[in-house]
């Protein structure tokens, strides 16, 4: 079967598609999915879960038809239904593939009123998006969050589900020309994230929601209130984020609560996801639709800053 992979050292690696893979075959609980999209995550190539994989398949945001369930499987879910996941970073085979292994827990029922393109652009980023609002930063009612790289597939998830279903106050920070698309998914105000004095122009907010990390999360901490909460998903993640370790602001702002996470699978989550999309109160993300074919194409196009949608790679076409 197609699949993309990642061959050589973190440090020096190259991109191929390949057709020499072995279509997988699911056992115990597993599900088959045939894969119709599979959308890229240009962070993957230093993430060490990748590496330490058997066939260095990557991939972990899926969207296609449900092709075969393990002998063990009692779940809702039956052949030929149209599904999205998102596969645990620690999946034995990435999703980029005609054919995917997934688990009962990262699989949902695939939006109707979308694209399977559109829907393989969705899990991470909904998922990440929704853990922060819901489960790190606890948002309620009425709150006023900042929300830095608001026009990324995951800043423009959060903007639009802290919006839509908490009516948060939501400042971003983005590109000028950027500002348009953020302000329509809800933002209060938007902010150039390359202007020197931003963090001035913004004071008390309850949350930081940071995906960028870097000089931009040191900055961002000037805008929250004394017992505030900034939690970051910049990768490469920050030293500190790990072995039980504290930022050096903390000394500075010593109530303020700052965490770094890894987005897990939800398929129920996503289910809430898919619900929301075809009531029309959360709108797809921009895609950049790639054939197979166009794989390598897609991963460079994937890297760049300032891209106009996320990278999806098409294996079946609709």
């Not at 119709?36 to 230093?46: F, L």
């Not at 499987?73 to 085979?93: E, H, I, K, R, T």
């Not at 309620?140 to 995951?154: C, H, R, Y």
């Amino acid at each position: 079967m197609k699949a993309v992979q990642v061959l050589g050292t973190r440090e020096n690696h190259r991109i191929v598609l390949s057709d020499t893979l072995l279509r997988p075959s699911p056992t115990g609980h597993q599900i088959l999915i045939k894969v119709h999209a599979a959308g890229i995550t240009a962070d993957e190539v230093i993430w060490p879960e990748l590496y330490a994989s058997t066939h260095r398949v990557p991939g972990h945001d899926i969207s296609g038809t449900i092709e075969a369930v393990g002998p063990e499987y009692d779940g809702p879910l039956s052949l030929g239904q149209s599904v999205y996941a998102m596969l645990a970073a620690d999946s034995p085979q990435g999703g980029q593939s005609e054919y995917a292994i997934a688990m009962p827990n990262e699989v949902a029922i695939k939006p109707l009123s979308i694209s399977h393109a559109q829907a393989a652009a969705l899990p991470i980023p909904a998922l990440t998006a929704w853990e922060a609002v819901f489960s790190r930063m606890k948002l309620t009612q009425g709150s006023k969050a900042l929300v830095t790289g608001a026009s990324g597939a995951v800043g423009a998830m959060f903007v639009q589900i802290a919006k839509k279903l908490l009516s948060a106050e939501v400042i971003g920070l983005a590109s000028p020309s950027k500002y348009d698309f953020v302000q329509e998914l809800g933002a209060t105000k938007v902010l150039d994230y390359g202007s020197l004095d931003w963090c001035d122009k913004i004071h008390g907010v309850d949350a930081v929601f940071d995906t960028v990390g870097g000089e931009v999360l040191t900055k961002a901490w000037k805008t929250v209130k004394q017992d505030g909460v900034i939690v970051t998903v910049g990768d490469p993640a920050p030293s500190w984020a790990f072995n039980g370790g504290q930022p050096e602001e903390s000394q500075t702002y010593p109530g303020v609560k700052c965490l770094h996470f890894i987005v897990s699978p939800d398929g129920d989550a996503l289910t809430h996801v898919a619900s929301l999309i075809d009531d029309g109160a959360l709108r797809p993300i921009p895609v950049q639709v790639f054939e197979a074919k166009e794989a390598v194409e897609a991963w460079k196009y994937a890297s760049h800053r300032g891209r106009k949608g996320k990278a999806v790679i098409q294996f079946l076409s609709e």
